[in-house]
Nanobody, 122 residues
Framework: QLVESGGGLVQPGGSLKLSCTIS????????IGWFRQAPGKEREGVAL????????YYVDSVKGRFTISRDGAKNTVYLQMNSLKPEDTAVYYC?????????????????WGQGTQVTVSS
């Protein structure tokens, strides 16, 4: 089970930090992804991190602004979001994909959190 927290309302240019806590023992090899979905849009893979070597992936629209990281001891993955823009507004989900394939295709993810709303607005 994955539980997200940290969403909210922030002004353009502001920052938020999302947390994803894995409540059950995750497979040794897995990928945690942060996805987002805005109304009327497809679910989009935003940032990924691989457990075996901490390799990361970012979608082009968030490169240089978002940072994904993990704390193995706490079974928690973070998404630090800086310089937020109105177009970042969406429900953000974390998800777990078994194995080592760093994929942003949401269809390959096995477990999902409930989502947390991020709204960027003045």
């Amino acid at each position: 089970q994955l539980v997200e927290s940290g969403g909210g309302l922030v002004q353009p240019g502001g920052s938020l930090k999302l947390s994803c806590t894995i409540s059950e023992l995750a497979p040794k090899f897995h990928v945690i992804g942060w996805f987002r979905q805005a109304p009327g849009k497809e679910r989009e893979g935003v940032a990924l991190i691989r457990s075996s070597d901490d390799t990361t992936y970012y979608v082009d629209s968030v490169k240089g602004r978002f940072t994904i990281s993990r704390d193995g001891a706490k079974n928690t993955v973070y998404l630090q979001m800086n310089s937020l823009k109105p177009e970042d507004t969406a429900v953000y989900y974390c998800a777990l994909c078994k194995g080592s394939w760093l994929t942003s295709d949401h269809r390959y993810y096995d477990a999902w959190g409930q989502g947390t709303q991020v709204t960027v607005s003045s």
